[in-house]
C-alpha cells in the first residue's frame, strides 16, 4: 500500500504546497537508475558490435584479395600518371626513361605478347574456311580441360596389365629408375593398332562432347542468320540488306498489281 503524500499549509496565505512522501522519492530514483543501467547497456553492447565489425573489416582488407588487387592497380595507374607528368615537365621521353626498369627478356616478351594481340584482333574477320577452322581448333584446344589424374590411372592400370601378361618388362636402371620395355612391340600404339576402339569414355566425357557439338551448331546457325540466309523467304532477289530493304517495300506496294505478271513468267506464258 503506497504512502499518502504531505499536505503543507502555507504560513503566509499563499498556495498549499503538496511535498511527495518518502517512499514515492524512492521510486523515481529507482525508476532513474533502472533506466540510466539500460542505457549503460545499451551503450557498452553498441560499442562491443562496433569493435567486431571493425576488427572484421580489417580482416577483410587484410586478407581479401580482389580488394588489394584493386587497391594495386589504382597505385600503380597513379603512379603512372605522376611519373608521365613529371617526365612531360622535364621534358624527357618518357617511354624511353620508363623501358629502363625493363630488362631485354621481359621487352622482347613484352613485344612478343602485344603483336599475338594485335594478329588476334586482325583475325576476326572471315577469311577463308581452313582459317575459321584453325580459329575454331585453337579456340577449342583452350577450353579443353584434361583430366591428368584419371589418365595417370589408365596409364598404370595398362602398364601393370601389359607386365603381368609378359609383353612389358620392368627393368631398374643402376639409377634406380623402373623403366617398362615393349618385349614384342605391341604395347605401344602404332598406325596399325586397332586397341582404341575397346576404349568406353565416361557419361561426363559424352556430355561435354554432346554440349560442344550443340553449341557448334548454335553458333552455325546464329552466323547464317547475320549473314541473312536463315529466312524463308523463297527466291533470292537482292544482292546485300539495303537492296533486300528497297525490294521489300516494292513488294508491298505493287505486288499486288503484278501478281498476273509474276506468275506467267513462273508458267513461262509470259509473251
Do not use: C
Request: proline letters at 2%; charged letters at 40%.
Amino acid at each position: 500500500m503506497a504512502e499518502a503524500k504531505q499536505t503543507v499549509p502555507p504560513h503566509d496565505g499563499g498556495s498549499i504546497v503538496t511535498v511527495p512522501s518518502e517512499g514515492e522519492g524512492s521510486d523515481k530514483t529507482l525508476d532513474r537508475r533502472a533506466r540510466f543501467k539500460a542505457l549503460q547497456a545499451r551503450a557498452k553492447k553498441s560499442a562491443e558490435r562496433n569493435l567486431k565489425e571493425a576488427a572484421a573489416e580489417s580482416q577483410r582488407l587484410a586478407v581479401d584479395p580482389n580488394l588489394l588487387s584493386s587497391l594495386s592497380r589504382k597505385q600503380a595507374f597513379a603512379s603512372h600518371n605522376l611519373l608521365k607528368a613529371d617526365t612531360a615537365a622535364a621534358g624527357e621521353d618518357f617511354e624511353r626513361k620508363r623501358a629502363w626498369d625493363w630488362t631485354i627478356e621481359e621487352s622482347e616478351k613484352w613485344d612478343k605478347r602485344m603483336g599475338k594481340k594485335a594478329k588476334h584482333r586482325e583475325d576476326v574477320a572471315f577469311q577463308d574456311y581452313r582459317q575459321d577452322s584453325r580459329k575454331v581448333y585453337k579456340r577449342q584446344l583452350r577450353e579443353m580441360k584434361p583430366d591428368v589424374e584419371a589418365y595417370e590411372k589408365e596409364k598404370l592400370a595398362a602398364v601393370q596389365k601389359a607386365a603381368m601378361s609378359g609383353g612389358l618388362e620392368i627393368v631398374e636402371t643402376d639409377d634406380g629408375e623402373l623403366v617398362a620395355v615393349d618385349k614384342n612391340g605391341t604395347f605401344y600404339s602404332t598406325a596399325d593398332s586397332t586397341d582404341f576402339v575397346e576404349n568406353k569414355p565416361d557419361r561426363a566425357a559424352v556430355d561435354r562432347l554432346v554440349t560442344d557439338l550443340r553449341k557448334a551448331e548454335e553458333t552455325r546457325l546464329r552466323k547464317r542468320r547475320d549473314r541473312g540466309k536463315g529466312d524463308d523467304d523463297g527466291d533470292v532477289t537482292y544482292i546485300n540488306d539495303k537492296n533486300k530493304q528497297f525490294n521489300s517495300k516494292l513488294a508491298r506496294f505493287y505486288n499486288k498489281y503484278t501478281a498476273e505478271i509474276r506468275d506467267s513468267f513462273e508458267r513461262g506464258t509470259m509473251i
